[in-house]
């Protein structure tokens, strides 16, 4: 039904209406204006240590993979996984980076003005962004060269009425998003980061993100003198009655009169929590209109291992993706000598629900990047070519990026024998006969082939036959309107845990492939033909 629903992607879309959205008006000063800014809207800035320390680039070992010829962007990526605990937030981050490179920000609602040799970039509810570099020498019917990943990861989120109280504690009931490793979410230091709708004096509304970095819930496991069995029969929450942060202790207020305690006792969410977000946000609790909050480990990101050649983190998949390709666009992109030879567009598109189906309207199943890649044909025509976007579409190739599965040396049976992804070992390719990864044959070879041409090393993965296969948004967009397609990811361990490991090499290496991507591709498909 999906790719019944995207057909309509082959008509033009109608004129879009000149409105502004919601989330796209910014508070003053302009967060872009300046480099430290924080994406937190708190009362104060203090710096954050853990931050500073665990993202110091210089902590790479010399002579490592990642050292020499070029720089390791590996401190990057572990402040952008700092900075991003939300989709919201990895969103708002990659927009304020591209911003600072030189790109332009466009609206959906708006007309574009687009230029070859232009950089551009817009985002969608700040949870899904499209970036897009246009060659100098773009010429209607030109590919786009793409790599799509998402912004999302498993987690708990805030329900709409989250305030409960049990047994004299406060507590704030959540709803499970994506296939999580539920059980690790035990016994972590919490708290919660999202964005909020805030009702301003004038009668206007404004969009902000909010991180609360201090630890405010936990969810306690149960002792082992209550539950003796636990290690012989295994840990199996309930989802629904174990899986409850705790927030406070539940005071009895005295002082309060029972109609009062009445009206507390309806509210959605608990006074104290609403508290701490109206402080946070500097404004009345009243003037909290909405909100869409996760919980979140408030553990940072860090090099990790004997030698610190691994990255500890949350979220791991699949911003470790997303950071490898944003940055590979810039950097690929970043000079006016770097598109003077470019006959295609390079493109990043990041989208959000990917962990729930993709499925929505930042998710990869709506029309986003195509009906993007329509409007950019259409503004950069000169005059009418016959067929022009639909010919750049046979042209293009898509690169969807998604975190793999190393093998686990504690079950290693749980991979095919010959296709073991290892750690520091490059991007893994994903293939699968039933169509759960969108690679082919000719995709793969392409890909690889822009590895060898610079030395990087890569992987094969199929899951074994009498095993379930996972799926990318691969498979979504190649059949939205029939792009090329490879899957790929970066070998991980703890997939879909509170806290994640992967290869701090494998990441300098994602992020050359990317880039040898963006400058090498055109030399290698004009080399080969299929139809």
Excluded at 20 to 36: A, D, E, M
Excluded at 405 to 416: Q, R, S
Excluded at 422 to 439: C, D, F, P, S, W
Aim: proline residues 5%.
């Amino acid at each position: 039904m999906a790719a019944i629903a995207r057909l309509h992607l082959l008509q033009p879309p109608p004129a879009a209406a000149n409105t502004s959205v919601l989330f796209s008006k910014l508070p003053r000063p302009s967060p872009f204006s300046n480099p430290n800014y924080s994406l937190c809207y708190t009362r104060t800035r203090k710096p954050s240590l853990s931050r500073r320390l665990c993202s110091n680039s210089d902590s790479i070992p010399e002579g490592s993979p990642a050292s020499g010829a070029s720089a390791s962007i590996v401190g990057g990526l572990l402040d952008y996984l700092n900075e991003s605990w939300t989709q919201f937030h990895a969103t708002a981050e990659a927009k304020r980076q591209l911003i600072a490179a030189g790109y332009h920000l466009l609206n959906e609602n708006d007309e574009w003005d687009l230029k070859p040799g232009g950089r551009y970039l817009f985002t969608r509810n700040m949870s899904c962004l499209v970036a897009f570099a246009v060659g100098e020498k773009y010429r209607g019917g030109n590919g786009f060269h793409v790599i799509a990943a998402h912004t999302d990861s498993p987690c708990l989120k805030l329900k709409p009425k989250s305030a409960s109280s049990k047994s004299g504690y406060l507590m704030v009931n959540v709803q499970t998003y994506g296939g999580g490793l539920w059980h690790t979410w035990f016994d972590r230091d919490l708290s919660l980061a999202g964005r909020v709708i805030v009702r301003e004096k004038d009668g206007s509304f404004l969009h902000k993100l909010i991180k609360l970095k201090r630890p405010i819930l936990r969810i306690p496991t149960l002792a082992i003198h209550l539950d003796r069995t636990v290690n012989k029969d295994g840990f199996k929450p309930n989802l629904e009655t174990h899986l409850v942060p705790l927030l406070a202790t539940k005071l009895e207020d005295t002082s309060l009169d029972p109609k009062e305690k009445s009206n507390i006792s309806k509210a959605a969410h608990h006074p104290i929590l609403m508290q701490i977000l109206s402080d946070e946000l500097s404004c009345g609790i009243e003037d909290i209109a909405s909100m869409e909050l996760n919980i979140c480990d408030t553990q940072p990101s860090s090099l990790g291992g004997a030698n610190s050649e691994f990255i500890f983190s949350g979220r791991l998949d699949n911003l470790a993706s997303s950071y490898c390709a944003l940055r590979a666009l810039i950097d690929s992109s970043g000079t006016p000598g770097d598109l003077s030879s470019e006959h295609a567009i390079r493109m990043i598109a990041l989208f959000d629900n990917e962990e729930v189906g993709s499925e929505s309207a930042q998710g990869a199943g709506a029309p986003t990047m195509f009906e993007a890649m329509r409007r950019i044909v259409g503004c950069l025509a000169q005059e009418y070519v016959e067929g022009a976007f639909e010919r750049a579409i046979r042209r293009s190739f898509l690169v969807s990026a998604d975190m793999a599965h190393g093998v686990h040396p504690n079950f290693m049976d749980k991979h095919e024998e010959h296709h073991r992804p290892e750690l520091q070992k490059g991007l893994v390719i994903k293939h699968n006969a039933n169509q759960r990864y969108a690679t082919s044959g000719v995709t793969a070879f392409l890909f690889k082939e822009v590895a060898k041409i610079h030395n990087l090393p890569t992987q094969e993965f199929v899951v074994r036959n009498d095993m379930g296969c996972g799926s990318t948004i691969g498979p979504i967009l190649a059949s939205g309107v029939g792009i090329r397609t490879v899957d790929c990811g970066i070998a991980q361990l703890s997939m879909h845990s509170i806290r994640e490991i992967c290869a701090k090499d494998d990441i300098d290496i994602a992020y050359k492939h990317f880039k040898a991507f963006y400058q090498t591709f055109p030399s290698v498909d004009r080399k080969l033909e299929v139809d």
